[in-house]
């Protein structure tokens, strides 16, 4: 609990007189979201609407749900690549009496309000966009749609987290592009092999509500892999040279 409480202060005083920065990270989130939801939306509306198993609709949802996650900012992710500011940042707090758990806590605080942020903004943007969805979904049924593809997300959030806290920012650059160039394989994969995620997701959702065993298996297992991941994170932030 203490934990968690000195996490919460960290996070206050990061934006504690800082209101024109979160403006501008707000209305950033509000564009990029708006864009990657309202290309996603248009692929599902496509694929639901022709009955087709489009390889590039499940590309999308195998993508991008890990990244709801993060704050997205233009000019932090440009100084990311150029300056690896995050690097320095934990070379920073690494300096105070700041324990390992308490950074990480922080950092998942900010993962999770993440989450819910870009959440709400990209699945409700695909909602909208996506009339054939709403013929297909209740507005119950979507949200536990959403939440089966927001489990997913936390499923590979620790592991993002794990290298986001174990690299420099250019090997974190490449393994983000290893991670799209994974999903799409898997995406392909499940093609040819004549299933397609998006409408199986679709088809569990509407058919057992909340009680849907993927929606539960998917947050269970990205609460599981958060966790696990903390422990080595931990342990890795311990023993990492930040020099």
């Known amino acids: 609990m203490q934990t968690l409480k000195d996490s919460w202060f960290m996070i206050r005083g990061d934006y504690r007189g800082d209101k024109m920065g979160i403006l501008l990270k707000l209305l950033f989130s509000i564009v990029f979201m708006g864009y990657l939801g309202g290309l996603t939306?248009?692929?599902i509306n496509d694929s639901i609407g022709n009955h087709e198993r489009m390889a590039i609709a499940d590309?999308?949802?195998?993508?991008?749900?890990?990244?709801?996650?993060?704050?997205?900012c233009r000019q932090h992710a440009a100084k990311y690549w150029s300056g690896d500011t995050y690097t320095k940042m934990l070379a920073y707090?690494?300096?105070?009496?700041?324990?390992?758990?308490?950074?990480?806590?922080?950092?998942?605080?900010q993962s999770l309000a993440s989450f819910g942020l870009n959440g709400v903004l990209f699945f409700g943007l695909v909602y909208a966009i996506c009339n054939h969805l709403r013929d297909d979904l209740s507005l119950l049924g979507?949200?536990?749609?959403?939440?089966?593809?927001?489990?997913?997300?936390?499923?590979?959030?620790?592991?993002?987290i794990f290298i986001e806290f174990s690299c420099s920012g250019r090997t974190y650059f490449?393994?983000?592009?290893?991670?799209?160039?994974?999903a799409f394989g898997a995406a392909m994969l499940v093609k040819?092999?004549?299933?397609?995620?998006?409408?199986?997701?679709?088809?569990?959702?509407?058919?057992?509500?909340?009680?849907?065993?993927?929606?539960?298996?998917?947050l269970?297992?990205?609460?599981v892999s958060v966790q696990?991941?903390?422990k080595w994170t931990i342990h890795r932030l311990k023993s990492r040279d930040l020099a």
């Open 174 to 182: 490449w393994f983000i592009m290893l991670m799209l160039l994974l």
């Open 220 to 223: 269970l297992a990205g609460t």
């Open 41 to 43: 939306g248009m692929v």
């Open 93 to 109: 707090l690494s300096s105070l009496p700041i324990p390992p758990n308490v950074i990480l806590c922080k950092r998942k605080l």
């Open 142 to 160: 979507y949200l536990v749609f959403a939440l089966t593809w927001t489990g997913f997300g936390l499923l590979l959030t620790g592991l993002y």
């Open 228 to 230: 696990l991941f903390s």
């Open 192 to 218: 040819f092999s004549g299933g397609n995620l998006l409408l199986y997701s679709i088809s569990c959702s509407k058919e057992w509500g909340l009680l849907s065993p993927l929606m539960w298996g998917t």
């Open 59 to 72: 590309y999308l949802l195998l993508a991008l749900p890990p990244m709801l996650g993060f704050t997205y």
